[in-house]
């Protein structure tokens, strides 16, 4: 196909950080997903509008002018139901489906007996689905809707011994560092998951380290913007393991 000047998304692969926003904004299913980074599918799948360019938090895509395949409808339609089909089959399995184009699995559990039925013992994980890590969650994943939402420091099950059995069982979890990762889009996306679901209530657990206390402020900050009420609590874990504050 001859190739002419237009306008055309271009997506800096640094800055984006693979949290799946701009790919719902984009009506023709021109983005994707692919090894945490968005990407362009195909030329022709891109109208050049720049529909997705206000849903990144990250500023990572800008409308170029450069030569490129024209945008092409038929082939967009086509596009689309292959992509409503492979949606249906993913809710067939029950496997919620990741607007972000990143897998979302469902986590089944099955119950084991230990080999010697008496004195092995290995704890039953309470982890409900993946990923968790607040920058890779779509805040439409269905795992947060109707559900009671764990937000954990990234050390706190390291520190914590019964982390699985006393906070995270019956709930679901997204966990991030206000030290080490960006706080801005950490805002952006709770705000978002707080507007877009019915949260039933947020518990928030952090140790007792000084940077820790700033996912306290962010949660409270995004629950503010968002407009939402919901019961909210928060437990403090000391670097010895144990709860310093409940």
């Known amino acids: 196909m001859e190739k002419i000047l237009r306008k055309i998304i271009e997506i800096d692969e640094e800055k984006c950080d693979g949290c799946g926003l701009c790919i719902p904004a984009c009506e023709e299913g021109a983005l994707q997903i692919v090894d945490g980074k968005a990407k362009l599918v195909k030329d022709i799948y891109c109208d050049g509008l720049g529909n997705c360019l206000g849903e990144c938090p990250q500023d990572a895509i800008k409308i170029i002018e450069r030569e490129a395949e024209p945008f092409d409808e038929k082939a967009v339609e086509e596009r689309l139901k292959i992509l409503d089909k492979e949606t249906e089959q993913e809710k ?3 496997i919620p489906v990741c607007c972000g184009g990143s897998l979302l699995e469902k986590l089944e559990k099955e119950k084991t007996v230990p080999a010697d039925g008496i004195n092995s013992y290995e704890p039953e994980a309470e982890l409900s689905h993946w990923p968790v890590q607040l920058h890779l969650v ?3 994943a269905r795992f947060f809707h109707d559900k009671d939402l ?3 420091a990234d050390c706190v099950p390291f520190a914590y ?3 699985h059995r006393k906070f995270l069982a019956g709930k679901s979890l997204v966990i991030g560092c206000p030290k080490l990762d960006d ?3 950490y805002h952006s996306k709770l705000v978002q998951i707080f507007k877009l679901n019915r949260v039933k209530s947020i518990t928030l657990l952090h ?3 000084g940077c820790c206390f700033g996912l306290s402020k962010l949660v409270k900050t995004a629950l503010k913007e968002a ?3 919901i019961p909210y609590s928060e437990v403090i874990i000391g670097v010895d393991g144990s709860i310093k504050k409940q």
Do not use: C, H, N
Request: no cysteine.
């Open 227 to 229: 407009g939402v009420d």
């Open 161 to 163: 011994a019964d982390f």
């Open 207 to 209: 140790m007792e380290v």
């Open 183 to 185: 706080v801005d889009t």
């Open 92 to 94: 067939a399995r029950e």
């Open 138 to 140: 779509s805040p439409e």
């Open 150 to 152: 764990l937000i954990a």
